[in-house]
């Protein structure tokens, strides 16, 4: 699976799921946004199995994306994981920040056979990661599952455009894999370790409320203990979350009655149509200083928020702007994405390695048709 058809489906109301697996990790990058460690807390396996076990053929997440901490640190969870979602038709997508590679490269057969058992493998790539795995480790690794057929991308944080680490990382990555390989490019975030050290973003892009739908509050969230929410933001998954974010709790809620609440709560329909700066104005509560984000959160516990919502919502014209909005975000495509999530001067990297096997328009209208 490419990463183009897995951001094509990014859009799309339930059609994928994160199962965090386990927030340890042996590493210890200078910006994680998870603020992992070895030593960090890891949950019952139990939670995540079972919550796979709820995918039936006729109701199941298009892409379960493992993620963690490092979720290889659990390599049975993954096999058990990936045998689950493919019985029920999904596909299955994992990052890791390739540790077992830092001294020369390798990966332990027991990896291998994990790595190799998902659809598509997401190795994170900075100058924050190359201190403890070496560039050289790391593209070593990728090649190895490369040429053993595995689709594979990279997905690399920088400051910004200007960043020299980018523009010599990118160029690296094209020559070494020969354009075969793509990337998702982001920024730098002001979450986990790196908010003592990277200052926060400005709070509003503008002055005033506009619209602007979150992309991002489609897909739930299975977080570390198991509580599930409807946002993929570090501060939501860390919790507590915002009651309007919280869909529940792995064991006890399945991916049925998760799916059904991504998909039909007035709020988060609200959230994805016209964004949380516009319920904000329309409750009378005003933008956080805390931006975007902070926005969202800050709607919490208001009573003229519900009644802003019920109000939007139940306009004779909300349902086909809502869709309109969904149509749009997905013709738009993963450029489009990756361009207003990611760094827009590299958002062609996603791309790379698209071949005409990989059906987007096909893959976001079945996810869409669920």
Not at 325 to 335: F, K, L, N
Not at 343 to 369: K, N
Request: include cysteine; proline fraction near 7%.
């Amino acid at each position: 699976m490419h990463i183009a058809s897995m951001l094509a489906l990014r859009p799309v109301p339930a059609a994928g799921v994160f199962l965090t697996l386990t927030r340890r990790c042996p590493l210890s990058c200078a910006h994680c946004s998870t603020n992992s460690m070895l030593t960090s807390e890891e949950h019952s396996a139990a939670i995540f199995a079972g919550f796979a076990r709820t995918f039936t053929v006729a109701d199941h997440p298009d892409l379960v994306w493992l993620t963690g901490g490092e979720p290889l640190l659990r390599p049975d969870l993954v096999h058990e994981i990936v045998a689950l979602a493919h019985a029920a038709g999904a596909k299955v997508a994992l990052i890791t920040g390739l540790y077992f590679a830092r001294r020369d490269g390798r990966i332990p057969p027991r990896l291998l056979r994990a790595l190799l058992a998902v659809d598509h493998v997401v190795a994170s790539q900075d100058i924050f990661h190359e201190v403890q795995v070496p560039r050289d480790a790391a593209f070593a690794a990728v090649a190895t599952l490369v040429q053993a057929g595995q689709d594979v991308s990279f997905q690399v944080v920088g400051s910004g455009a200007a960043d020299p680490y980018l523009a010599e990382i990118t160029a690296q990555i094209r020559k070494a894999f020969a354009d075969r390989v793509p990337a998702l490019v982001a920024p730098l975030g002001s979450v986990g370790r790196a908010k003592d050290w990277l200052a926060s973003p400005p709070a509003h892009r503008n002055q005033l409320p506009v619209a602007m739908p979150c992309t991002v509050a489609a897909w739930p969230v299975v977080t570390f203990d198991g509580s599930i929410v409807a946002c993929c933001q570090q501060q939501v998954v860390d919790g507590p979350a915002p009651a309007h974010l919280r869909l529940g709790r792995a064991p006890g809620d399945g991916w049925p009655a998760v799916a059904r609440a991504v998909r039909e709560r007035a709020t988060l329909r609200a959230i994805r149509t016209y964004g949380p700066e516009v319920l904000a104005e329309e409750a009378g509560a005003g933008l956080s200083p805390d931006g975007y984000c902070g926005t969202c959160a800050s709607l919490d516990g208001n009573d003229q928020v519900v009644i802003a919502v019920d109000a939007l919502t139940r306009r004779p014209t909300f349902g086909y702007v809502e869709s309109e909005v969904q149509r749009i975000t997905e013709q738009t495509g993963p450029e489009s994405f990756a361009r207003r999530f990611g760094i827009a001067a590299y958002a062609h990297m996603v791309t790379l390695g698209l071949t005409a096997d990989h059906d987007l328009e096909r893959t976001a209208d079945a996810a869409s048709a669920r």
